[in-house]
């Protein structure tokens, strides 16, 4: 049985060729940074042209990988929710043409719920009940996850999303796009102690997150109190603190409020997903918490933390149902 899956909900073209084992056998990625870097952040219009230009190659390359042709192909996936509209379409479309032309059928899944799955996928083997953190750069929610294809939200960020914050703090700091990870490095070599930022809900009994009161915090800290603008600050050891008291801060709340869902759920799995689960300090401060809670931790490795088709695999669990998209099948930008 194979599939061949797309994902293009944000500013990753991707095609993954897996079987129902699952086994990854082709997961390709074109990143798109390049083209978005002149504008600081991703641009939806640009992000939708380039998808629209490197689908196609990304799955020929998807199947040579795979050693596989088209005719082979078993079933057709793509995520169609959530993500920037446009973009989402071109992968929608595509995966409905090719559905079409191979005349096999059409399966859609949830970004978000893929990123979970993309624990399990590494994992090799079963990961449910857990409960489930995607922290990325449009998204930061825990979910108590009973089975691969149910989620219930148990809370999400009422403003931006962390790796949004990382982002948008990488540019109060002028240290460019993407901003997570240019961050991370400035702050290796900075202390994360020298300035107390806003930490928000972290001693409230529910599980909510917000992440602008922390950005704006930083912002006055490097331009002054009510100041939003100003030169960004040169390199050294002002610009890596901040950058350290940040990250820590964003890492403190993370781990936080995935305790308080662990120990509200009673469930002793976590699996995390989304970007931001790149970053060294929140592994290590999620390993750390893990650990004491007494807690299985399930992180995927790097190329299956950020956008990716393979993650896609959770497709399986829909063929095992029968639950099949219909030709008309639209992409859906909101959240779940
Ligand atoms: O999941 P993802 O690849 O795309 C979606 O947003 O769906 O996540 C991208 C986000 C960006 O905001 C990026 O800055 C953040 O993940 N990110 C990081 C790191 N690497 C990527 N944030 C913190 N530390 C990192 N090392
Ligand atoms: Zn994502």
Avoid at 203 to 208: D, G, T, V
Avoid at 230 to 252: E, H, L, N, W, Y
Avoid at 268 to 285: D, F, H, P, S
Avoid at 286 to 295: D, F, T
């Amino acid at each position: 049985m194979l599939f061949l899956a797309l994902e293009t909900s944000c500013d990753e073209t991707s095609a993954a060729v897996f079987t129902d084992e699952p086994r990854v056998l082709s997961n390709i990625v074109a990143s798109q940074t390049e083209r978005h870097l002149p504008f600081g952040g991703v641009v939806p219009e640009i992000a939708a042209r380039a998808h629209l230009q490197n689908i196609l190659p990304v799955v020929e390359q998807a199947l040579a990988q795979a050693n596989i042709t088209l005719a082979e192909i078993d079933c057709v996936v793509v995520h169609n929710t959530p993500g920037l509209v446009g973009a989402l379409l071109i992968g929608v479309s595509t995966a409905k043409m090719l559905s079409l032309a191979l005349d096999v059928p059409l399966i859609a899944v949830n970004h978000i719920a893929s990123h979970i799955y993309a624990c399990r996928l590494a994992a090799g083997r079963d990961i449910f009940p857990c409960v489930g953190m995607v922290v990325s750069g449009g998204h930061t929610a825990l979910f108590h996850c009973p089975e691969p294809l149910k989620m219930e939200l148990l809370g999400g960020t009422r403003d931006d999303a962390a790796g949004e914050a990382f982002d948008k703090v990488a540019a109060i700091l002028g240290l460019g796009f993407p901003g997570g990870p240019a961050l991370e490095r400035e702050a290796a070599s900075g202390s994360a102690n020298v300035y107390p930022l806003p930490r928000s809900f972290i001693h409230e009994s529910r599980i909510e997150f917000s992440f602008s009161g922390l950005k704006t915090a930083v912002l006055y800290t490097v331009h002054g109190q009510g100041v939003s603008k100003g030169p960004t600050p040169p390199p050294g050891p002002f610009r890596s603190d901040v950058a350290a008291s940040f990250q820590q801060a964003v890492v403190d709340v993370l781990v936080s409020k995935s305790r308080q869902a662990l120990r509200q759920t009673g469930l002793n799995r976590l699996a995390v997903g989304g970007g931001v689960t790149a970053n060294r300090t929140l592994r290590a401060g999620l390993e750390a918490m893990a650990a004491k809670e007494g807690v299985e931790l399930f992180i995927p490795p790097m190329n299956l933390c950020t956008d990716n088709a393979a993650m896609a695999a959770l497709a399986i669990e829909k063929w095992k149902r029968g639950e099949f998209a219909p030709l008309d099948l639209d992409a859906e930008p909101n959240w779940m």
